[in-house]
C-alpha cells in the first residue's frame, strides 16, 4: 500500500491506501477531493455556471462508436509519434493547467519530471506556481510554455524572452479569455490564487470580496487582444507558436492564415463560456479546413485511451490531458502523474490491437462513426 497526504487545513495527515486498486483514470477525482481542501478541489475541478459543456466535454466521446478491423497484425503496436517534430511516445501530451503548488509542495516541477519520464511534452501554464525557469532546470525534457496577452504587454514580451533563454520549444497562445469565465464556485470559495512568481512585475489584487482568481484576470488580460496581435507575438519570437482555443472551421482558417504553427480545439475545460461545444463535437470540421497545413491538437474531456484513438480518427495529431494529471498530482505527486499517462498510454495501446490498428498511421476516419452518421443510417 502506498501512503497518500491528505491536507486538512494547516496540518498534513497521513493514510493509507491501496494504490494498485485504481483500475482507471478516472477514480484519481475522488483521491483528489479526499487529499485537497474544498477550495483548492473546487478549484480544479470547477467550471463555468452550470457546467454543462465541462459534462458535455467527457459525454460527447461516449456518442462515437468503433469500427474495429479484424484480421490485422497487431503483435506490435507502435503508439509514438511528433508534435512539431519531437518525438513523444504516445499522442497524449499534458495540458497547461495552473497552481499546482496547491496540489503538491513542489508543483509543476513535479508534473514536468513525471513528463520526461513518460516521454511526452507538458505545455507549462504561465500561470504556474513555479517559475518557468525551476520547471526548465529540474529534468531534461521537451516543454512548450503556454502564455496570456496582458494589458502589459512588456510583461508578456518578457515572459516569452525568458521561455526562449531556459529551452522551451513553442509558445502556446491561449486566446479564449478576453474575461475570465464566471467560475461560481471560485466565487463562493473566495478563492484568492497564490503569488504568480512568473509575473512579479504586475499589480497585485487582492480583492474583498468574490473570486481572486477573477479579480486578476480582469485586471491584467488584454481584452482588446485579436487577430492583429498575432503579428506583434510573432514579431517579438522566433519560436513556432500555437494558437489555443479554437472551436469553429472560420477561427480555424483565420488561425492558418495567420501563419501559426499550430492549433489546440479547446473550450478551456469548460471554465470559460458555458454551453459552448465539446471539443470532440468540432474537432472534425477544424481539421477539415486546416486541411494538413499546420497540426491539431484535441484539448478537454478525455479520459480513456478509447478517447485518445476516437480524437486522432476525426483527425487530432495528440490530446491534451488536464484535469487527471492534476487529480494525479494531488493522490500521489510523481508517482500518480506517471500513472495517470501510463493507464492512458496503455488502454490506448489496447484500442489499437482491437481496432486494428499496429501503427498511428493506420488509424483512419473509417475507424468510428459518429451519432450523426448513425442517425442518419437510420432514416
Sequence with gaps: ???????????????????????????????????????YYDYYSGAAEDKHTLKENVEAFSRIMFRPRVLVDVSKIDMSTRILGYPISAPIM????????????????????????????????????????????????????????FERRD????????????????????????????????????????KLRNFEGLTEVQPSEGSGVEAFASRALDASLNWKDIEWLRSITKLPILIKGILTPEDALKAVEAG??????????????????????????????????????????????????????????????????????AAKGEDGVKKVIEMLKNEFELTMALSGCPTIGD????????????????L
Aim: net charge positive; hydrophobic share 45%.
Design 155 to 194: 510583461v508578456t514580451a518578457q515572459v516569452v524572452k525568458r521561455a526562449e533563454k531556459a529551452g522551451y520549444k513553442a509558445i502556446v497562445l491561449t486566446v479564449d479569455v478576453p474575461k475570465l469565465g464566471r467560475r461560481e464556485a471560485d466565487i463562493q470559495n473566495k478563492m484568492i490564487p497564490p
Design 260 to 329: 501559426v504553427d499550430g492549433i489546440v480545439v479547446s473550450n478551456h475545460g469548460g471554465r470559460q463560456l458555458d454551453y459552448s461545444p465539446a471539443t470532440i463535437t468540432v474537432l472534425e470540421e477544424v481539421v477539415h479546413v486546416v486541411k494538413g497545413r499546420i497540426p491539431v491538437l484535441l484539448d478537454g474531456g478525455v479520459r480513456r485511451g478509447t478517447d485518445v484513438f476516437k480524437a486522432l480518427a476525426l483527425g487530432a495529431q495528440a490530446v491534451l490531458i488536464g484535469r487527471p494529471i492534476v487529480y494525479g498530482l
Design 363 to 378: 488509424i483512419t476516419r473509417n475507424h468510428v462513426r459518429t451519432e450523426d452518421e448513425r442517425l442518419k443510417s437510420n
Design 94 to 149: 499534458i495540458a497547461p493547467t495552473g497552481n499546482h503548488m496547491l496540489a503538491h509542495p513542489q508543483g509543476e516541477t513535479v508534473t514536468a519530471k513525471a513528463a520526461a519520464a513518460c516521454n511526452t511534452i507538458m505545455i507549462v501554464s504561465c500561470m504556474s506556481s513555479c517559475t518557468l525557469e525551476e520547471v526548465a532546470s529540474s529534468c531534461n525534457a521537451v516543454r512548450f510554455l503556454q502564455i496570456y496577452v
Design 1 to 39: 500500500m502506498d501512503t497518500l497526504v491528505l491536507r486538512t487545513g494547516p496540518c498534513l495527515v497521513n493514510i493509507k491506501i491501496e494504490m494498485d486498486q485504481i483500475v482507471n483514470v478516472n477514480e484519481f477525482q475522488e483521491l483528489a477531493r479526499q487529499a485537497l481542501p474544498k477550495m
